[in-house]
């Protein structure tokens, strides 16, 4: 198949090369218009019970959950004096109806909570004209500048203002990284390539498919919530995997056309070898990603369709628009070249070579040495803490941080901080005295008798919905805070009524509970599609197994790193963050997946080489050597090159895009050298020839189905029953 495409591209080039960029074109017009459908965060469940919760009080209620939150506040002035009060009254009242929907105050409330502790700040609650966050941040737009009060520093956070901060934010980190980014990619790949026209084509690849990913969200944000974190994945994916799929296209075409093949020859060969590993390997890592959307998170959701289409995307422009390019440029591939060009054919018995054959010889001493390593770098992750995604993922500088931060540290009790419960009534709770009061007063009695509660009263009515808070000491974000939200559910309801139970906590239980029982359903589909895919380009069933294990040990050992980093504090000078003492739960499981997928893409790229061999050889461990040599210095080269703008990400100032920057170094550096270069040599060593045996019913599925280099290559002539290895035992 892939023979065939490369000869239909190569006939085709000049019709192939226009259509692709039609379609960039059309994408990108369409495309840059998706940052105003996103959503600022996605980190909510849809149909918990916080967020039903959330959705019932906001429906029925005069007074809903604040959308801002404005901090007025002066160094010589009290809330006492009446300037001050004439000040944040007359901006309250000056708001236009169209915008916001209704405040609160210190002065009309009579609230002390919304005073600072020493009088000389308060905070005004808005909701703003909206059924959803986009139409709530636009309300928000209209006023942003009309809430400064004569006089008073003014400082504007809440979800809706923090959202709004993090949008802008992502996006001017976003051009930051890109625009560090090409310059240094294009530099390392002139290093690499040794001339400017090889070079140019891997970006070319990561720039079409970034514009093609933006169409595809777009897209989907017509039907569906789409964070504005995606575009983060898809900019920076989008470039890296492109980069990794066209480099390792060209530099295959090039060995070709040194080895004296030309035109279609060179470029058919090119897609049946280095084709095949990037279709095989973009499949992989696309299947990983899509398991996010199986949980009800927004943010996971939206990580999946943009991390799919950045990959397929990417795997299409390398196997389409630059196959065309090359068969336009012919020889001229190394045109405007810096140096003397060297052979692009590696040597027989080079470096890799030597350094494979040197981890064979003592295979059990050197895996477990990588294993020890992994496993010591695993070892923090044993005390994760996990936390929810508030105005701390902003830097300092941000208002909706300082907002954040001043109700924890300057008001009352750390700020608002209860747990509501908001209950569906079989009839309306009634006025004073009667019998649906009464039972509202007893249930809310009852609240405030369990253990951890301070107190609690009445809220809100509305019709058939009435809200009970409960007031507690402690940190929303908690195991006790969590075991009393347990205890709370436990008491009797009003008879005929139902309890939804919202706020931070109730939010942060349900995330941990929803993504613990989505879990094991996402972890069994990424291990079985992987392992088919693995077998069907393989023909082995040890070697996915094999490639599943180190995986795993690699993500223990990055998410250990992140846990020692990002939960301790270490690196915050360094790295520009504040430690907020926990992982927030949702970016663990959109690592897993991403860092799952692109293992897999290395460990298709080593072993695409190593079957080659094997079965041109016969021999594995000769096998294992020579793949080792020919793509040591490409898998190295393209680690290299992926960390780049990955690396750009983490000079963000949005705590989410750091660790994700972060965690995706950490994770490639592991596997292209400890787990590519170290452990698979050894582990392959030690499993010779078994490593690809196969049953014979599954060497027939194989034979049929198996995805090979050309329709006319042979079945390889691999072992159907466990052999006895006959190579030499290796020294331990």
């Keep these: 198949m892939f023979e065939r495409l490369g000869r239909f591209i190569h006939r085709r080039r000049s019709v192939v090369l226009a259509a692709s960029v039609v379609l960039a074109v059309l994408s990108g017009i369409y495309g840059v218009g998706v940052f105003g459908d996103m959503v600022p965060n996605g980190f909510e469940a849809k149909g918990a019970d916080s967020h039903t919760a959330a959705v019932l009080a906001d429906k029925s209620f005069a007074q809903r959950s604040p959308d801002a939150v404005v901090i007025y506040r002066s160094a010589d002035r009290t809330v006492d004096d009446p300037a001050f009060r004439q000040a944040v009254e007359g901006v309250l009242d000056a708001l236009p109806a169209t915008a916001v929907t209704g405040s609160v105050d210190y002065w009309r409330?009579?609230?002390?909570?919304?005073?600072?502790?020493?009088?000389?700040?308060?905070?005004?609650?808005?909701?703003?004209?909206?059924?959803?966050?986009?139409?709530?941040?636009?309300s928000y737009l209209k006023v942003k500048d009309k809430l400064s009060a004569a006089g008073l520093q003014t400082i504007q956070g809440g979800n809706t203002p923090a959202g709004y901060e993090a949008g802008q934010q992502v996006g001017n980190d976003l051009g930051m990284a890109e625009g560090l980014s090409f310059p240094v990619l294009f530099i390392f790949l002139v290093v690499?390539?040794?001339?400017?026209?090889?070079?140019?084509?891997?970006?070319?690849?990561?720039?079409?498919?970034?514009?093609?990913?933006?169409?595809?969200?777009?897209?989907?944000?017509?039907?569906?919530?789409?964070?504005?974190?995606?575009?983060?994945?898809?900019t920076i994916l989008g470039l890296a995997v492109a980069i990794d799929y066209g480099?390792?296209?060209?530099?295959?075409?090039?060995?070709?056309?040194?080895?004296?093949?030309?035109?279609?020859?060179?470029?058919?060969?090119?897609?049946?070898?280095?084709?095949?590993?990037?279709?095989?390997?973009?499949?992989?890592?696309?299947?990983a990603l899509a398991s996010m959307a199986f949980f009800p998170f927004a943010f996971l959701k939206s990580m999946a369709y943009g991390g799919v289409a950045a990959v397929l995307l990417s795997m299409f422009f390398s196997l389409v628009a630059l196959p065309a390019v090359l068969a336009l440029l012919g020889s001229r591939i190394n045109a405007l070249s810096l140096w003397k060009q060297r052979s692009v054919i590696p040597s027989a018995t080079g470096f890799w070579y030597r350094l494979s054959q040197a981890v064979m010889r003592r295979p059990v001493l050197v895996a477990s040495a990588a294993v020890v390593l992994l496993l010591a770098l695993a070892s923090p992750v044993l005390r994760i803490q996990f936390g929810v995604n508030d105005a701390r993922q902003l830097p300092n500088s941000a208002q909706g941080r300082q907002v954040f931060t001043m109700l924890q540290t300057d008001f009352p009790d750390g700020g608002a901080k209860t747990i509501d419960a908001v209950l569906v009534l079989p009839a309306a709770a009634g006025s004073a005295g009667s019998a649906e009061q009464a039972a509202l007063d007893s249930y809310a009695k009852r609240l405030a008798a369990v253990p951890g509660a301070r107190s609690a009263q009445i809220t809100g009515t509305g019709g058939d919905v009435a809200r009970v808070s409960v007031d507690y000491d402690g940190v929303a974000v908690s195991t006790p805070s969590r075991d009393l939200l347990h205890r709370l559910r436990t008491v009797a309801l009003p008879a005929g009524a139902k309890a939804y139970f919202g706020g931070e906590t109730a939010q942060y239980d349900d995330t941990l509970r929803l993504l613990g029982a989505t879990l094991p359903g996402m972890l069994a589909y990424i291990a079985v599609t992987t392992y088919i895919l693995l077998f069907l380009a393989f023909g082995s069933v040890l070697l996915p197994l094999k490639a599943m294990a180190m995986n795993l040990l690699s993500l223990a050992a990055t998410f250990g790193v992140l846990v020692w980093v990002f939960q301790d504090g270490h690196f915050e000078g360094l790295l520009g963050f504040q430690s907020t003492g926990n992982i927030e739960p949702?970016?663990?499981?959109?690592?897993?997946?991403?860092?799952?997928?692109?293992?897999?893409?290395?460990?298709?790229?080593?072993?695409?080489r190593v079957r080659e061999q094997y079965v041109a050889l016969g021999d594995p461990t000769a096998a294992v050597a020579t793949g080792v040599q020919r793509t040591g210095r490409l898998i190295t080269s393209a680690a290299l090159l992926m960390c780049v703008p990955l690396a750009a990400m983490s000079s963000s100032k949005i705590?989410?895009?750091?660790?994700?920057?972060?965690?995706?170094?950490?994770?490639?550096?592991?596997d292209a050298t400890v787990v590519r270069i170290l452990l698979v040599p050894a582990i392959m060593r030690l499993l010779g020839h078994a490593g690809w045996w196969a049953p014979a019913p599954l060497r027939r599925v194989y034979d049929r189905f198996g995805i090979r280099e050309s329709d006319g290559e042979l079945a390889p002539s691999l072992p159907t029953h466990p052999p006895a290895d006959t190579v030499e035992s290796p020294t331990h």
């Design 109 to 138: 409330s009579g609230m002390q909570a919304l005073v600072s502790n020493d009088r000389h700040a308060t905070y005004t609650l808005l909701n703003f004209v909206g059924e959803d966050d986009n139409s709530k941040q636009n």
């Design 586 to 608: 949702n970016n663990p499981i959109m690592l897993f997946a991403l860092i799952f997928g692109l293992s897999m893409d290395y460990e298709v790229f080593l072993m695409s």
């Design 655 to 670: 705590l989410t895009m750091i660790l994700f920057g972060v965690g995706m170094v950490v994770a490639i550096v592991l």
């Design 247 to 287: 480099l390792f296209i060209v530099s295959r075409y090039r060995e070709e056309m040194e080895q004296g093949r030309s035109g279609a020859d060179a470029l058919s060969r090119t897609l049946a070898t280095a084709g095949r590993t990037v279709a095989v390997s973009g499949v992989t890592v696309a299947v």
């Design 192 to 234: 690499v390539f040794g001339g400017l026209v090889a070079a140019s084509l891997p970006l070319a690849v990561g720039g079409l498919s970034i514009l093609g990913s933006m169409a595809v969200l777009r897209l989907f944000a017509q039907f569906t919530d789409i964070s504005v974190f995606a575009m983060s994945l898809v």
